[in-house]
Every structure is written in C-alpha cells, then in structure tokens.
C-alpha cells in the first residue's frame, strides 16, 4: 500500500488533514471529509462521552472524581475537558459546527479551573495552562483578551515562559514555552493579534531557536534525550517534532537553526517510509488512538512528512 493510501485508510481526523497538506484534493473534499469528524470516528466518540454541563469526566483540568492529586506512577489522568477539547482540536474538529457551538457554550457557562474557580475561557495562573487556554479560545471562537495579557506580562527576561515562575523561577521552561507560543499564534491567526503579543511571540521563538529546540545554550549539550522521541497527543510535554510543527504553521520560511532537528526527523524514518509513536504519556484516556510505542503512527507520520515538506523536501509523498 502506498504511504498516502495507508494514511488515508484512518479516521476522519487524519484523513482530511493528509487531504488538506499531502494529497492536494479539490477544497471541497477537503471540507467534506473535515465535517465527517464531528460524526463519526473518534471526533463523535470523544463528543459522546461529555457530560450534559459540557464538560469531560466533570473537572477542567483533572477529572473531578480524581482531585488534583497526580497517581504515584507519574501519570496523569487526560480525561478531563482540557485535554479533550485539545484533541478536538487536533483532530482538527470544524468549531463551528453544531455540535461544537453547543459544546463550547456549555464549557464557557458551566466549567471552572480547579486553582481558583474562574470560569474556563478566563484563564488560571499558570502559563502554561493559559497558553492551552488561548489556544482552545482563539480556536473555538471564544474571548481569550484578559488571559493573552497575563501571558505577556509573564514572560520571563530570556523570552519564554515557566510555569514555576510564581514560585521564584526566573529560567524558561521549553514545555511552557511551546504552549503559550501556540496559543499565542493560533490568537494572532484568529484575531490578527496585538503589536505586543507578536512581539512577545517572536521573542519566544528567538528562546526556541537560540537553543537549536534542544539544546542548552550553555554547553550545546541536548537537554532531555526524551524530547527526540515522538509523541502524539503531546498533552503538555515538548518534543522536537512538536516544535517543528509549530514554526510550520507558524508560515514562515525555515530559519537555518532547526536544521539539526529537521536531521533528526529525517533519521527516524522507517524503511516502509512511516515514522513511529515513540513516547506516549502515561495517564487514563478516553481511548486509544494508535497501537502503541514502537510501532508505526499515522498522526506522526502525517506530521513528519508536512514538517519535512514546508522544509523543502518536495520529493515526499
């Protein structure tokens, strides 16, 4: 089977997205197969598992059965409503489509963040939180104004962000930074954005870039061999095909300092041309999407290959 057939024998989710950025179909196909999400496949699963206020496993941010406290294994439940409409939004769900409108309205009325009450599209205190915040409220059309401007009054003096610097941390944290840097894109590609949040946007970048996504500035040795394993979904961690995957969208031409992890990516294609799930976070989920690490991954896959395209590699499929 040919590598585009095997992607597109998925789910909706990962069908319209190889459509929409490997295949080259008529726009109107591609839209046909993106309303197909919210129907069926995992899009209607996820949907169907809501409660009637709106929100998944009654929490925003942890399951309301569970409590805050994480498992003593180091795993994290990804069950409630924050990390099921991040999903949804990887699945690249239509926002405006019925089902959405209704689920986002419910959200917006009916759920509260654990830290402190505020209603969900208000943002908490942790930047990395309020950077998934902005992201999901530029997304499904929700005012997210009050939560960028405590992103920008929170960036650090290196350019990036740590959710730990309410607790006297003055170093970025790359994994904060990712979030917040895709919040803060996907508000500018909804809103236009704010001189000042592009401003504190390209800044963040400039902390990505200057350490090469991986390494320290310091001594240029690689800061967590984990971030060159592959995950999908990423949840909150950082890995360096998530990174690359932000600068693509982002739209603007490679700058030569993700050279290295283009190689990288480039290094862990398999024979067969696919690439593997290789370091899923453990927690309680929804359900399953892939079959597991070690083996080959549709959603990595279709990722690597559109990193690699707006790279320059054009002889990919």
Known sequence: MALVDWLLDSDPSVRWQVLRDLAG??????????ARVATEGWG???????????????????PAAGGSDAPDDGSQPWTATTYSLLLLQAFGIDPDSRQMRRTVALVRDNCRWEE??????SGEVEPCINGMTVG??????????GVVARLLSGQLDDGGWNC??????????????IN??????AYEQTTGGLAESVAARRRGEEYLLERRLFRRKSTGGIIDPDWLKF???????????????????????????VAEAIEVVRSKRQPDGTWLLENTHPGQVHFALEDGDGRSSRWNT??????????GDRTLP
Do not use: C, I, K, M
Not at 116 to 121: K, R
């Open 25 to 34: 179909p008529p726009a109107g196909d591609v839209a046909a197969e993106r």
């Open 44 to 62: 209607a699963r996820l949907l169907a598992l809501r409660g009637e206020d709106g929100q998944w496993a009654g929490g925003a941010y942890f």
């Open 116 to 121: 402190g009450g505020q209603p969900f599209f």
């Open 136 to 145: 999901l409220g530029a997304y499904f059309n929700q005012d997210v104004d």
């Open 164 to 177: 730990w610097a309410g607790d006297g941390a003055v170093v970025s944290s790359l994994a904060t930074t």
């Open 180 to 185: 917040v840097l895709e919040g803060l894109l």
């Open 231 to 257: 995950s999908f979904p990423t949840r909150w961690h950082y890995d360096l095909l998530r990174a690359l995957e932000y600068f693509r969208a982002a739209g603007d031409p490679p700058d030569p300092r």
């Open 302 to 311: 279709l990722r690597a290959l559109r990193v690699l395209r707006w790279y």
